[in-house]
């Protein structure tokens, strides 16, 4: 399994990112995709997971600005930000789960493949 974060940068609060993670080497269709961010001395925390079969669930704090999708002909999951705020400043990882269940895994221990990472810094 390969995967491929990008699409961070600097922008200020409000504005709006779109993440992207490319996939290769894995039945895509098959997989749970999530997100997850870590800032500077802090552990890495959930963002949003979308299921094989669509469903999602984002964390409580991106809630209504936040917005993961899959597309698994491209084999790509986004992470759209909207509204963005400081304290979403952090490196963003995409992960994937090779399991179809209903079950939202968010703990970045039940993910075995990860990406790189992709910086996202919002400056007030």
């Known amino acids: 399994v390969q995967l491929q974060a990008f699409g961070g940068g600097l922008v200020q609060a409000g504005d709006s990112l779109r993440l992207s993670c490319a996939a290769s080497?894995?039945?895509?269709?098959?997989?749970?995709m999530g997100w997850f961010r870590q800032a500077p001395g802090k552990a890495r925390e959930f963002v949003a997971i979308?299921?094989?079969?669509?469903?999602?669930y984002h964390v409580d704090s991106v809630k209504g600005r936040f917005t993961i999708s899959r597309d698994n002909a491209k084999k790509i999951v986004y992470l759209q930000m909207n509204s963005l705020k400081p304290e979403d400043s952090a490196v963003y990882y995409c992960?994937?789960?090779?399991?179809?269940?209903?079950?939202?895994?968010?703990?970045?221990?039940?993910?075995?493949?990860w990406g790189q990472g992709t910086q996202v810094t919002v400056s007030s």
């Open positions: 080497r894995l039945t895509f269709s098959s997989y749970a």
């Open positions: 979308i299921n094989y079969n669509g469903r999602t």
């Open positions: 992960a994937a789960k090779g399991l179809r269940t209903e079950v939202f895994y968010t703990r970045p221990s039940d993910y075995a493949d």
